[in-house]
C-alpha cells in the first residue's frame, strides 16, 4: 500500500486484486478538482510498473487535444480517455473514439505522447489491454546501443511479438523483438 500512496498520494478507495503476477489497484484519485478512477499494477515486493487513469479529454495536454481534433477522427464521439504511466518510459495518452455512440464495430484507440505526436492507432473493437511489459536486458542493450539517444514511449506485446516505440531525437521509432526479445 505504501508504494501505491507514494505514487497516487490522493488514491481512494482502494481495492486490490492479482494479475498476470502482479497486484492491481483499482482506485479513485482527485484529477483538476474531479475523481477520476485509475488502476496500478505492483510487483509483489511493491515495484509500482503501470498505472492507467481514465482521465477527462479536457485533462489531456492542449498538443494531444489539437493532434486529435485535427485528425480523421476528430469529429467522432469520445468514449474514453486514459492516461498510461509505465516504469521507465514516459506518459502516454490513449483516445477511444467511436463513429456513433453505439457501434463499437466502427471505433478507434489512437496513441499520443505529451506532444501530440501519434504512436499508434487500433481499429474496430480491440479493447486496450493495459498490462506490465518488462523489458530484458538483450533489448534494453540493443536499444541503448542502435539509438543511445532514444527515450522510450511506449511499449506493446502481442502474439509472440513486442513492439518498443522510442523517440530518437526528432524521430519516431518502432522496433520489434520477439517473443524472446531478441
Not at 488502476?39 to 494531444?64: C, F, K, M, Q, R
Not at 464521439?77 to 521507465?88: G, K, S
Not at 493495459?130 to 540493443?142: D, F, M, S, V, W
Amino acid at each position: 500500500v505504501e508504494s501505491l500512496l507514494t505514487q497516487y498520494p490522493s488514491a481512494q478507495n482502494i481495492t486490490w486484486g492479482r494479475a498476470w503476477g502482479y497486484w492491481l489497484a483499482t482506485f479513485d484519485r482527485a484529477e483538476n478538482e474531479i475523481m477520476v478512477e485509475c488502476e496500478a499494477w505492483l510487483s509483489n515486493d511493491g515495484v509500482w510498473y503501470l498505472g492507467v487513469s481514465n482521465i477527462p479529454y479536457t485533462s489531456l495536454p492542449t498538443a494531444v487535444q489539437n493532434s486529435f481534433s485535427t485528425s480523421q477522427y476528430g469529429g467522432w464521439f469520445i468514449d474514453e480517455v486514459d492516461m498510461i504511466e509505465r516504469y521507465d518510459s514516459e506518459v502516454v495518452y490513449a483516445i477511444e473514439a467511436e463513429i456513433d455512440n453505439i457501434d463499437t464495430a466502427n471505433d478507434v484507440v489512437l496513441y499520443y505522447t505529451p506532444d501530440g505526436i501519434l504512436i499508434r492507432s487500433i481499429l474496430n473493437g480491440i479493447e486496450p489491454d493495459y498490462r506490465p511489459i518488462i523489458l530484458g536486458e538483450q533489448t534494453t542493450n540493443y536499444i541503448s546501443t542502435n539509438y543511445p539517444a532514444a527515450t522510450i514511449i511506449d511499449i506493446a506485446a502481442a502474439n509472440d511479438i513486442t513492439e518498443v516505440v522510442v523517440m530518437d531525437g526528432t524521430t519516431l521509432r518502432k522496433i520489434y523483438f520477439d517473443g524472446k526479445q531478441e
